[in-house]
């Protein structure tokens, strides 16, 4: 590892999303006639400034934008309107017409109401208001930009080029919150173009700097030229090596999602996990588990033994429970595209009855996304699902990976078959938790699965990051 050791390499901060920013040119402010105009106008720009503060503008076509009913081009523009009526209203006198503009908003025609003209005011603070907040998301993504490419603080080493990937993340972020009623829509969305053309190239280069590492760890630990290892911290950054790919076969590994799909129809169906299900005789088959077909157990003592004890019999009850249909439309809707439960479980010689057809398949990526989200506790009652997995009876790839190093073993579930060998797991390493997957199409390669694991911790507690 010592050459390995010598290269920066971390995973980039999550950035939080943002809602794009929608104000609603409609408030229902109501301000009575009888009021001096100078009270008016304080009323008015403060309710304004609360509301926005508060996000309670909400959109709604009522006025329109101030840009498309009065020809303003520009945040000038519509300061230099909001004075103009502003004057007209304390005055009683409409200013006279500036030439070349507002000709058609402002005509010499006989003066308009009060309350008209306050309508007037009030679309175009609203419209100020998002100019203002659009210039400003302008700016700072300009800001970002010029950071992402400055060569003074940007080089071509890893870390720094993960720094400027932070840097476009956040320029693009910036430019999605400038909402469409703004003008400045039309330029933010061609430099949105630019700005994730740039994002789009630099993740190419990022994310084979961060193959050739695991690479060097997959030479270095034993692993066929087929493994396929995916880390995730819980913020969902990660990284992989072929972990787009499918393994020969998912073996065990397939119960996670299938737990995942439990977690969720209870939860849908308002059912308690301590519900006692009937497991079919026809669901048998062999497995190293305390279930027993024609017995009933509980789904949380079904799930917890399909997870910690790996019991096939277990499974395919809650195979049938769900039902297939269930559970793959469940994993598509949570944006899995791959993974799929196609075939119960069976051991050496029995098969169970209605087995499907078809093969299960998984990837590494969405494994290790699945259990990042369970550590996060995304999913309905994930706690019960990190205790099952902390109960994990098989210790030899994860667990006794970590063990000698300064990092915490939080839970794992394996999965071993003629075609393929693998482990997924969660570890707090450093201070932070991690999710790692690491499949290998050769069975028998259970050492080299452990020594991965080890010097991905390795690495990590050496940089104080991945």
Known sequence: MGALRSRGFKLGSGLNSNSKFNLNLSCGFDFGL???????????????????????????PMFGSSASLYGAKSLDDLIRLRDRLVTELETGVQPPPEPGFFQTFLPNNPLEPDQNLLKKLQAVELQILI???AEDNWKQALRMATQATDPQKISDSYEDQKQAQVFWQQAISNLSEIPDQSLATPRAREKLKVYQASLTAL???????????????????????????????????????????????????????????????????????EEEVYVEGGNFTEDASD????????????????????????????????GQGYINDLLEQQGYKTTR???KLMGDRIMPFRPGKGRNQLTSNELTAMMARIYNHEYPQSAVLIEALKRQYDHEMGYDGLKGLKAEWLGEKTGQNSRAVGTTLAARIDGEIYAITIIDNRSGNVPQIRQAVTEIAEYILQNGHL
Request: aromatic share 4%; net charge positive.
């Open 34 to 60: 009888g009021f001096k105009w100078g009270r008016r106008v304080k009323t008015l720009g403060i309710s304004i400034l609360v509301l926005a503060g508060v996000g309670l503008l909400q959109a709604s």
């Open 131 to 133: 100019e203002q907040r």
């Open 203 to 273: 993740n190419q280069v990022l994310q084979l700097a961060e193959s050739s590492i695991l690479e060097q760890i997959r030479q270095e630990s034993g692993l066929s030229r087929q493994a396929m290892i995916s880390v995730c911290n819980l913020k969902q950054d990660c990284i992989h090596l072929r972990g787009d790919q499918r393994p020969a076969s998912p073996a065990s590994l397939i119960k996670i999602p299938i737990a995942i799909a439990l977690l969720n129809k209870t939860n849908q169906d308002q059912v308690s996990l």
């Open 291 to 322: 279930i027993r077909a024609r017995k009933r157990y509980s789904l949380k003592v079904l799930m917890g033994q399909m997870i910690d004890h790996s019991s096939n019999i277990a499974t395919n009850q809650l195979i049938d429970y769900l």
């Open 341 to 343: 439960v196609y075939f």
